[in-house]
């Protein structure tokens, strides 16, 4: 995990600003969770919080740490990818 990330664009910034994935951020800090756990900790939908995982994911804000086949289904556990995110100061 990156100290900083720089959010080099208007969407960046927006895609991080949502108050659900600015929660799912800082919820999950430094150890690493699935979506159940997210959605335990923050009284939200599994499936709201699979949707705003993608989202951070795509672009970049989140990643992967590891996996696990629980049943058949492959559960993944997300870090962010810096411990901060600062907008570039040229936006």
């Given at each position: 995990?990156?100290?900083v990330?720089?959010?080099?664009s ?9 108050p ?17 756990d997210?959605s ?5 939908s599994?499936s ?5 995982l993608?989202?951070?994911e ?5 990643e992967?740490?590891?996996t ?18 600062i907008?570039?100061?040229?936006i």
């Open positions: 995990m990156k100290e990330h720089i959010l080099n208007l969407e960046e910034i927006n895609i991080v600003s949502d659900l994935r600015l929660k799912i951020i800082m919820t999950l800090g430094t150890s690493p969770k699935n979506a159940q997210l335990d900790a923050l009284g939200v599994r709201k919080i699979h949707y705003h993608k989202i951070l795509q672009n970049k804000i989140i992967v740490v590891d696990e086949l629980i049943n058949g289904i492959t559960q993944k556990y997300f870090l962010p990818v810096a411990k901060a995110f907008p570039n100061s040229e």
